[in-house]
């Protein structure tokens, strides 16, 4: 092979490198995200306590769109089927099933379910997107998966929350899949638009499954008022836009894995808040879900990639 053709093949080996890698400050916004997600169980725990949990979904998208639709440009007509696909999937399926689940079971326990949109997404990205995680990927999810299962062994609960939450994290899982096939997306539109179409179908459940949506407003207190404010500002518009602007840039392989920190944060947030015990099986569990994460951004070895493409050509 000539030095010209092994030239272009380093290049190309190192730009599938950076292609694949995640930067520093994607790995950082990465474990953020989590962050304010889990802190967000606690939240929407107390949220629902003081409003029907479809109501406060519904005015959670409801202000998220107002606050951004009359900012950010339409979807064009390419985008928006997929735009309406992604509200049904992320808005009313994922945020309808998990905000009713979260509000007849246990907060912890919900957040360990969740964290099944981790090994859907990863497996659903390999035939519809065609990213076909690498053994270490593969190991590194199992991992920090085994670190959630620890998180969440304990006394049997309520079967009924504990699949409306597993609902919740395949409907995820199919969102964050078609965000990625049908994007790039700007993560500001797509929330906003996303978040408008989602109004009627939560509203529309709401009407046929609740009540009391009328006299919540008027009975909720200070903390019901502030837990909305937090899914609004932080959990939705802060977390779903750096979720979005991550899943543009990295693949679905990479950034996956980085929900599973959501229920360390979550068990940390009830530890804080809601007086729950430091455990060692939390401690156990949380180490594994991190070594686990870790291991999934560990970064293909260049020489041997190199070495194989070497050998491949000549």
Not at 52 to 75: E, H
Not at 257 to 281: N, R, Y
Request: hydrophobic share 55%.
């Amino acid at each position: 092979m000539d030095a010209f053709a092994r030239g272009a093949l380093i290049f190309g080996l190192n730009g599938l490198e950076r292609k694949i890698a995640m930067t520093a400050i994607q790995i950082v916004c990465a474990i953020f995200v989590p962050l304010l997600w889990g802190y967000q169980f606690v939240v929407i725990k107390v949220g629902v306590t003081q409003f029907p949990p479809l109501f406060f979904l519904a005015l959670r998208f409801l202000v998220i769109a107002v606050l951004l639709v009359p900012f950010v440009a339409r979807p064009t007509r390419r985008q928006l089927g997929p735009v309406a696909a992604i509200s049904l999937f992320l808005g009313g399926l994922n945020f309808g099933l998990f905000y009713v689940g979260l509000g007849l079971g246990s907060g912890s326990l919900s957040a360990v379910a969740y964290q099944l949109a981790t090994p859907f997404t990863v497996l659903l990205a390999w035939p519809l997107l065609g990213e076909r995680p690498s053994p270490t990927t593969s190991a590194g999810v199992a991992l920090a998966f085994i670190g959630v299962v620890v998180l969440g062994a304990g006394p049997s609960a309520n079967a009924l929350p504990l699949l409306l939450v597993v609902g919740a994290a395949f409907s995820f899982a199919v969102s964050n899949v078609l965000t990625k096939r049908h994007g790039p997306f700007d993560p500001f539109m797509l929330m906003g638009w996303s978040s408008l179409l989602t109004v009627p179908q939560v509203v529309l459940m709401s009407l046929l499954l609740e009540h009391g949506q009328l006299a919540s407003l008027v009975t909720a207190d200070g903390r019901g008022w502030l837990a909305l404010a937090y899914t609004i500002v932080i959990g939705g518009i802060a977390g779903f836009g750096l979720w979005f602007w991550l899943i543009a840039r990295c693949s679905m392989s990479r950034v996956a894995p980085f929900g599973l920190l959501l229920p360390v944060f979550a068990l940390m947030s009830s530890v804080a808040f809601l007086g729950e015990h430091l455990t060692s099986k939390l401690i156990a569990g949380a180490l594994l879900a991190i070594s686990g994460v870790a291991i999934t951004q560990i970064r293909p070895g260049a020489q041997s990639a190199l070495r194989r493409g070497t050998e491949s050509v000549t």
